[in-house]
């Protein structure tokens, strides 16, 4: 079921594991071939899309893209972690520009699921990028904006 993103981003994550526990190559060049499979799915706005419904917040495909980017740069494939990582950017961009009207599943519905795997998507890449001022941006998101979001 290859619109099923959720899926590939779950194998994409797995395969990055397994290349740090292997330092296998062939791990990341299959989840290089998955990647393209996933960026396909990614929309102009920097949004993955299952049909024509926003799925960046299902699952973690943001984060898995980052997972293989820094696991390519740790093996020196520059020009994937490149591809891979800007991918990454443009879909947590998207949630940060979103915040909680995303509207995934195809309803505006608070759905704390959708909220943790937006607000952990956002840390994660804050966390992994050497770009300051998107590292602030999505730490102050992260912060300041979910905390109010937080149910009673």
């Given amino acids: 079921m290859p619109e099923r993103l959720q899926n590939i981003s ?9 290349y740090k526990l292997t330092s296998n190559i062939k791990y990341l060049n299959s989840a290089d071939i998955l990647s393209n499979q996933l960026i396909s799915l990614q929309k102009s706005d920097g949004a993955f899309y299952s049909h024509s419904t926003h799925y960046t917040c299902v699952i973690y495909p943001a984060k898995s893209l980052l997972d293989l980017a820094l696991c390519e740069k740790s093996a020196g494939l520059e020009i994937r972690f490149l591809k891979h990582y800007k991918s990454a950017e443009r879909a947590v961009l998207n949630l940060n520009s979103l915040l909680d009207n ?3 599943e195809g309803d505006m519905t608070f759905e704390d699921g959708m909220i943790s795997c937006e607000a952990l998507q956002l840390a994660y890449f804050a966390l992994n990028t050497e770009n300051y001022s998107l590292k602030k941006r999505a730490y102050t998101i992260c ?4 905390k109010k979001a937080q149910m009673p």
């Fill in 102 to 104: 995303i509207q995934t």
């Fill in 10 to 18: 779950c194998l994409i994550s797995l395969l990055a594991e397994f």
């Fill in 143 to 146: 912060r300041i904006y979910f």
